[in-house]
């Protein structure tokens, strides 16, 4: 109890040296990422590459390989003779390439163009995927990608960042097959009761200007569960690490069209 109170009072403190920071001596870098939104998105793939990445990345590995675990469970039954039509939508540089099971033909989709570099040059590391393609385009308005032609779509830590989660949901029952999968990792807002959701509000303006988007207080569960879709497990995952207390409370899950 006390342990965790101290976690929560140094994660306020941080927050309140970010926030005194942002607005004196990276004044210039705040203004420029509330202004410009195509310099916010470069900013944040370089940001999100070379800063951000080693710190949490390590720490998003045990969620993300219980997401592949549930899309190796859900296809199970299938015929493994027959490539895997995937799509991962917010794909950024690529940190789940590692998971992907063999025989996947994979097409990848990202609205921040600045991060198709990264991706191209992470995909070199996994031969055993069989890439497609790469989509240039919003979750929300996924024009290149015909319907009902994908078994499994893919997202992690993606409607933090979107304009329209319920847009995005309905564009991933279009594109999948009848009785294709969705699988999900979102972290979302912290119960009303507990004093983090605070810190996730008052974070919340500097946070959306430097990782481009990305809200904190967002329950996400909730749009899942009224998509449209047949079926819907949705489990709890909190992250006992605390580099990720502003992000600890995550679901994960999967829907079937």
Not at 197 to 226: E, H, M, V, Y
Request: with cysteine; charged share 20%; hydrophobic share 45%.
């Amino acid at each position: 109890m006390i342990f965790g109170a101290l976690i929560t009072m140094s994660w306020f403190v941080l927050c309140s040296l970010w926030w005194l920071g942002a607005l004196t001596i990276a004044i210039p870098l705040t203004l420029m990422l509330f202004v410009n939104k195509t310099f916010r998105s470069s900013f944040f793939s370089w940001f999100f590459v070379y800063i951000i990445g080693p710190i949490f990345q390590p720490r998003t590995i045990a969620p993300r390989r219980k997401v592949f675990q549930i899309l190796k469970d859900s296809v199970a039954d299938r015929d493994k003779k027959v490539p895997l039509e995937v799509l991962e939508i917010g794909v950024g540089e690529g940190p789940n390439l590692q998971f992907y099971p063999e025989n996947c033909n994979l097409t990848v989709l990202d609205k921040n163009k600045f991060f198709e570099s990264y991706y191209a040059q992470n995909a070199k590391k996994f031969p055993h995927i069989s890439y497609q393609r790469t989509v240039i385009q919003p979750a929300e308005k996924m024009s290149d990608i015909a319907d009902s032609s994908l078994d499994v779509v893919i997202s992690t830590y993606l409607h933090c960042s979107c304009d329209d989660s319920l847009g995005v949901l309905k564009e991933v029952r279009r594109v999948l097959k009848p009785g294709g999968k969705y699988v999900f990792l979102e972290h979302v807002c912290y119960p009303e009761n507990e004093f983090g959701l605070s810190i996730q509000q008052f974070i919340n303006p500097i946070w959306f200007l430097f990782f481009n988007g990305c809200t904190l207080d967002r329950n996400t569960a909730s749009k899942i569960k009224r998509a449209g879709f047949s079926e819907v497990i949705c489990d709890k995952y909190i992250s006992p690490e605390f580099m990720m207390y502003l992000v600890r409370h995550q679901i994960i899950g999967v829907a079937t069209k």
